[in-house]
């Protein structure tokens, strides 16, 4: 069975860091796309950065970009998002997600991710 879990989430101050972290399991998730997405309370769920499946090409929303970055460990089967330079909008349940296809570049819709995890709080206070 597929599980994605993520963790690192909290409490932090504008201008702070955050490091969010997802451990997959369940199928060779080095040879799948992953992504990060988030939703704050009354808006859409939204996306932040996905890492392709060598690691080798990343993208983010204009709103991450040059402070977040995601990555990727293949052999420990998790991906991560460093986030830099916090701000309050940043507050949102952030979701980790992996491609059902193997062997792709990653996308910025939901639909481009068959698999979710439970999501991890981040709140950033002002």
């Known amino acids: 069975q597929v599980q994605l879990v993520e963790s690192g989430g909290g409490l932090v101050q504008a201008g702070g860091s955050l490091r969010l972290s997802c451990a997959a399991s369940g199928r060779t998730f080095s040879r799948y796309a992953m992504g990060w997405f988030r939703q704050a309370p009354g808006k859409e769920r939204e996306f932040v950065a996905a890492?392709?499946?060598?690691?080798?090409?990343?993208f983010y929303a204009d709103s991450g970009k040059g402070r977040f970055t995601i990555s990727r460990d293949s052999a420990k089967n998790t991906v991560s998002l460093q986030m830099n330079s916090l701000k309050p909008e940043d507050t949102a349940v952030y979701y980790c997600?992996?491609?059902?296809?193997?062997?792709?570049?990653?996308?910025?819709?939901?639909?481009?991710?068959?698999?979710w995890g439970q999501g991890t709080q981040v709140t950033v206070s002002s």
């Open positions: 890492i392709n499946w060598t690691g080798g090409s990343t």
């Open positions: 997600a992996a491609a059902g296809r193997p062997y792709g570049s990653g996308g910025s819709r939901a639909r481009d991710y068959n698999y």
